[in-house]
């Protein structure tokens, strides 16, 4: 059985598809009002899991511009109006209360590793009524100190291994980890550590891309997780 789920959060615990491109539009819109990104673009940047400021180089006109400061300022600005905006479009997945509910109880370790801020996700967890089911010291986000963004392994092996280590007295090997996340960067950060890897089909990631990966297991939903656990990792 593992000893440590990491999920992923947006497209794998959360569905925020609508709370992501609708504050990108309004982030475009407070402060680059004469250019709005083609769609189909900004659907590109959410499938890959790219972080804030890929995402917004890259949708940005002129890039050459894009500064350490004016980056800082778009970053800001999102994260702004997701705030505002954004969290009230943002909804837990079909089973993921059940699901933390589940594995607590099994006494299997849970983790979030996301691009986001961690102030967002716990934001996210108590205004779906999932407060607590995830511990704060094993939820991971931007510049949580020590993690780079997925697949860079050391959100795990420089952040989430010691705190379990501080916690438990045991550090967990990759072996004992399952990682579950909807995009290829969840699954490279998987192989990085050495764990098996859930890919969720209903995610957002890219699925032609993703399936060539060849993740150990596919789901359709969070219900076939706890299976999954009990019955493949070791």
């Known amino acids: 059985m593992a000893s440590l789920v990491i999920f992923d959060f947006d497209g794998t615990l959360f569905d925020t598809h609508e709370s992501i491109s609708q504050t990108i539009k309004l982030t475009f819109d407070t402060l680059l009002p004469s250019h709005t990104p083609p769609q189909d673009e900004v659907l590109r940047m959410i499938a890959s899991g790219a972080?804030?400021?890929?995402?917004?180089?890259?949708?940005?006109?002129?890039p050459a511009e894009f500064t350490p400061a004016v980056e800082n300022e778009w970053v800001e600005k999102y994260r702004?109006?997701?705030?505002?905006?954004?969290?009230?479009?943002?909804?837990?997945?079909?089973?993921a209360k059940d699901l933390l509910t589940e594995l607590t109880a099994l006494g299997i370790s849970t983790a979030i590793v996301s691009n986001k801020g961690v102030a967002a996700v716990k934001t996210a967890l108590e205004r779906n009524g999932l407060e607590g089911l995830v511990p704060e010291d094993l939820i991971v986000g931007d510049k949580t100190p020590g993690a780079k963004r997925k697949p860079d392994p050391s959100s795990f092996t420089d952040v989430l291994a010691p705190a379990l280590q501080r916690k438990y007295g045991?550090?967990?090997?990759?072996?004992?980890?399952?990682?579950i996340g909807d995009t290829m960067a969840d699954i490279e950060f998987a192989r990085n550590i050495g764990s098996q890897v859930c890919w969720c089909r209903y995610g957002y990631g890219d699925r032609e891309a993703c399936q060539t990966l060849g993740p150990d297991f596919v789901i359709d939903s969070l219900g076939d997780v706890v299976e999954i656990v009990k019955g493949h990792i070791r």
């Open 80 to 95: 702004a109006l997701y705030n505002t905006h954004g969290q009230a479009l943002v909804k837990a997945f079909p089973g």
């Open 170 to 179: 045991v550090r967990i090997a990759g072996q004992k980890v399952l990682v």
């Open 51 to 62: 972080g804030l400021t890929e995402t917004f180089t890259t949708l940005h006109p002129y």
